[in-house]
């Protein structure tokens, strides 16, 4: 028995995706949860306010405001 298969081809979809591949732009602040960026900020006060709410309500993680332009960490308890 022979059985004859017949495949038709689809018109190919245009399918177009663009990707931004550019780094994207990191404040000077960095919000850190056990040494991993979480967000940036451009002001110390804006980064520190959203530290302290996470370390409020996970007060086992480590938080640290990362200034970029001094290399400086500061641990929030």
Known sequence: ???KIT???AAPEEVVLKVDQSRPTLGRFRLQVDRQTKATFEGFDDAEKAGKAIKKAY???QVCVYDAQESVPKMLE
Request: no cysteine; charged share 35%; aromatic share 0%.
């Open 7 to 9: 495949v038709k081809k």
């Open 59 to 61: 007060p086992v993680v």
């Open 1 to 3: 028995m022979d059985a």
